[in-house]
């Protein structure tokens, strides 16, 4: 269970996409935040800690579910290793508060998948913080957090 809790803190810890200047201008600094977060999330289930290593700060510190903390390095190589059998992964419910150059985002993310032959589900909820850079949003801390049924 604690290696699926910190592969599943991977795949939502924190998902984006390179976006220019020019297109922020298109769209609206929070439309932006959350595709990127959905890219990040997208970009796990590919494997592809390239995409990953554009969004990641130098100095990224992410806190998973189970309360363990993890750099930059470690994140992109859990994203490089994931292996688990996700049958949907939903990001939902996002707030997005912007000031200046910084930005934090909140979001749920629903988890499901078959372990062991049985479907579990699990749900988290995600907080990044990201920080305008050289003209793009770079993520310097995500943490996320279980959500247990009662």
């Not at 220019?20 to 494997?47: C, F, H, K, M, P």
Request: net charge negative; proline share 1%; charged share 25%.
């Amino acid at each position: 269970m604690g290696k699926t809790l910190t592969i599943v803190g991977i795949a939502l810890g924190i998902w984006t996409l390179p976006v220019s200047a020019e297109e922020q201008t298109a769209q609206s600094a929070q439309d932006v935040l959350i595709d990127l977060e959905r890219g990040w999330n997208d970009a796990v289930y590919r494997q592809d800690a390239d995409f990953v290593d554009n969004l990641l700060a130098e100095e990224f510190v992410v806190t998973y579910d189970d309360g363990t903390r993890a750099d930059r390095s470690h994140e992109l190589q859990l994203i490089t290793e994931f292996n688990q059998a996700v049958e949907s992964a939903t990001q939902e419910n996002f707030t997005v508060r912007i000031y200046g150059e910084t930005a934090v985002v909140w979001f749920t993310l629903r988890l499901a998948g078959y372990r062991q032959g049985e479907l579990i589900e699990i749900l988290l909820n995600y907080t990044d913080v990201w920080v305008m850079r050289d003209g793009r949003w770079q993520c310097v801390s995500s943490q996320s957090t279980r959500v247990r049924e009662p």
